[in-house]
DNA sequence: ATGACGATTTACT
DNA sequence: GTAAATCGTCATA
């Protein structure tokens, strides 16, 4: 399976964001393989973006991957307790990324669901679709932490991005929604740069039957 | 030094 | 539907 190369991740993120979707995320541990179809992003677009971590050229230790080449990961931690995953695209010192929000989980389900209930409460068994239906979730699931901050994801053999065989996504397969968890960035709150594979019962919240992203698409 | 705040998830009413 | 959990980060002083 190919991997993908630096040019894949240097394009602008409204463009990487649904050109990701379809394509497989996969981290392997201890040379164990655990990997997922992404079903959902969302794309950041950095210093206009009033929902981005990059808004307005802040630059600070945390949020320097996004500054950093195409195809490096961002893995930032978040409300005290969750980490999410972003890949970085666009080009050198352009902070912009598209955050991976949800997978369908293909290999090392079990692995994954040591992950994931490892830190709940209940011990009853998570179905498939609640083990990656959510950026936190996703980075529990795949071990993923500020370790894992700052990767090349075009060299990393820990982290990384498989090509599928078939073609990607066909935009007609695509939701088009306004990004999650961002009502305070005001007019960029409402913008649609959340992609989501249509009808996918893994993806994080709403349903990913509404309206197809031919009839929205990108802004 | 301090205070407010999350690109969220879970459990509970 | 609502609220608690939980702490690194950043802006302000």
Redesign the pocket.
Known sequence: MPRASRDFFGVPPQVLARELIGQRLVRTLDGVRLAGIIVET?A?LGVVDK????YGG?R????ES?YAQPGTS?V???????H?M?VVCGRIDEPV?V?IRALEPVEGLDEMRRH?GAR???DKRLRDT?LC??????C?ALALS?DQDGLDLVRSKTLFIERIRSSPAREESLVCTP????A?AEEWASRPLRWMLAGSPHV??GDANSQPASRRGPS
């Open positions: 969302e950041y929902a981005a971590h990059t802040r600070t230790a945390r949020n996004m961002y930032y931690f978040t409300y005290g307790m969750h999410c972003n990324a955050l994931r709940r409460r209940s609640d239906s959510g950026p936190a979730k996703t529990q500020r990004r999650v968890g961002v305070y994080s919240t």
